[in-house]
T-cell receptor, first 116, second 108 residues
Framework: DTEVTQTPKHLVMGMTNKKSLKCEQH?????MYWYKQKAKKPPELMFV???????INESVPSRFSPECPNSSLLNLHLHALQPEDSALYLC???????????????FGPGTRLTVL | QKEVEQNSGPLSVPEGAIASLNCTYS??????FFWYRQYSGKSPELIMS????GDKEDGRFTAQLNKASQYVSLLIRDSQPSDSATYLC????????FGTGTRLQVFP
């Protein structure tokens, strides 16, 4: 089973709202990722958690705050977002072998975020 | 920083033909490559991974890797309209840096 789940599927929020995106996997993977994808562009990496510790932050604005409560869960807390943050937010997980060739990432279905 | 280049397309092929998708990369240290398929509005789905020079076949899909030329390709035989999607190439190694993707259109 290579399933990564994400909730909610769609989210509409105002610029003053606080919301959270949730990602879950039960494959025993130890690395989890957040990507942002704008229309007609490839996914862009935001954060990487490895063994529940933040290992990569791709200079993401502080209005995006990731959290990894345990090895199966990954959250993305959103606060004071801008309309240009509207995008598809993708979560992925992998075994967590880092730079080794076999570390394959599996993606969840994504959350479509609209910021008004 | 890994850089990956793909022709954005669209690549249009008739049903039943072979579709050839190409990807070049700049990091000579890249050891593995992944091809993902992404339907419009959906998330990327893994199609193939390849680690060694040469060809790797899986059903109608064949990935080809040439590390000396820093080139990786994906061939889709007997293309079907359901193959119409964007195909993303990415070198492996922790951080996936995707190419821009090639949009494939298979017409009946």
């Amino acid at each position: 089973d290579t399933e990564v789940t994400q909730t909610p599927k769609h989210l509409v929020m105002g610029m003053t709202n606080k919301k959270s995106l949730k990602c879950e996997q039960h494959m025993g993977h130890r690395a989890m990722y957040w990507y942002k994808q704008k229309a007609k562009k490839p996914p862009e990496l935001m954060f990487v958690y490895s063994y529940e510790k933040l290992s990569i932050n791709e200079s993401v604005p502080s209005r995006f705050s990731p959290e990894c409560p345990n090895s199966s869960l990954l959250n993305l807390h959103l606060h004071a977002l801008q309309p240009e943050d509207s995008a598809l937010y993708l979560c992925a997980s992998s075994q967590g072998q880092g730079a080794t060739a076999v570390d394959t990432q599996y993606f969840g279905p994504g959350t479509r975020l609209t910021v008004l | 920083q890994k850089e990956v280049e793909q022709n954005s397309g669209p690549l249009s092929v008739p049903e039943g033909a072979i579709a050839s998708l190409n990807c070049t990369y700049s990091d000579r240290g890249s050891q593995s490559f992944f091809w993902y398929r992404q339907y419009s509005g959906k998330s990327p789905e893994l199609i193939m991974s390849i680690y060694s020079n040469g060809d790797k076949e899986d059903g109608r899909f064949t990935a080809q890797l040439n590390k000396a030329s820093q080139y990786v390709s994906l061939l889709i035989r007997d293309s079907q309209p359901s193959d119409s999607a964007t195909y993303l190439c990415a070198p492996g190694g922790g951080k996936l840096i995707f190419g821009t993707g090639t949009r494939l259109q298979v017409f009946p």
